[in-house]
């Protein structure tokens, strides 16, 4: 069994990420006042979209990583 750790976590902080953005969105629009606390900072879509990019680099080296070894395995 060939796994690299990457690609999973990458799916995951991707999965949660959108979530996470998709909620700030919405609540970006249909309730500002909740982000009063936080000195207005939509810190739901801000830390989503963090997310987002951490998990398509995990997502992404952990396949280039799959990719290489497969290749380097033929040769």
């Not at 069994?1 to 996470?20: A, C, E, Q, T, Y």
């Not at 801000?46 to 497969?70: D, E, K, N, Q, Y």
Request: proline share 3%; charged share 10%; glycine share 12%.
């Amino acid at each position: 069994m060939n796994l690299d750790i990457r690609v999973p976590i990458g799916l995951l902080f991707l999965s949660l990420g959108g979530l996470m953005t998709g909620f700030g969105a919405v609540t970006h629009f249909t309730n500002p006042g909740m982000y009063a606390k936080s000195l207005d900072i939509n810190v739901n879509l801000w830390w989503g979209l963090a997310m987002i990019v951490f998990g398509a680099l995990m997502f992404h080296f952990g396949r280039r990583a799959r990719a290489s070894a497969s290749t380097s395995a033929e040769l």
